[in-house]
């Protein structure tokens, strides 16, 4: 199993900035993706951003301009720089990997999901 690790969180005022990083086993698929989610007190949890093994990046409209996701495939680490934060900001963010394995008749095999146990940020007004 691949184990999650995020980091990172803790409290800024409203306009700061945090940066979240989020630690992985080694993995081995011919097709994944890497992504954040948050979930704020009473609602469900939703889509932040995600990049792919390709480079590929999509951001929440709700982020868009303001955050930037990264990764270092050689430390299997990724990363969320979050920018000019706002109090709707505040929630419990999760890393998520997604991952397909490879089958002699191509990426078809099956397909994996893990998540860490998310780190807090909270954005005062």
């Known amino acids: 199993q691949v184990q999650v690790v995020e980091s990172g969180g803790g409290s800024v005022q409203a306009g700061g900035s945090l940066r979240l990083s989020c630690a992985t086993s080694r993995y081995i698929y011919c097709r994944y993706e890497m992504s954040w989610y948050r979930q704020a007190p009473g609602k469900e949890r939703e889509f932040v951003s995600t990049i792919d093994g390709d480079g590929t990046i999509s951001y929440a409209d709700s982020v868009k301009g303001r955050f930037t996701i990264s990764q270092d495939n050689a430390k299997r680490t990724l990363f969320l720089q979050m920018n000019s934060l706002k109090p709707e900001d505040t929630a419990v963010y999760y890393c998520?990997?997604?991952?397909?394995?490879?089958?002699?008749?191509?990426?078809?095999?099956?397909?994996?999901?893990?998540w860490g146990q998310g780190t807090q940020v909270t954005v005062s007004s």
């Open positions: 998520k990997i997604r991952g397909t394995v490879l089958l002699t008749s191509g990426c078809r095999g099956n397909t994996y999901t893990y």
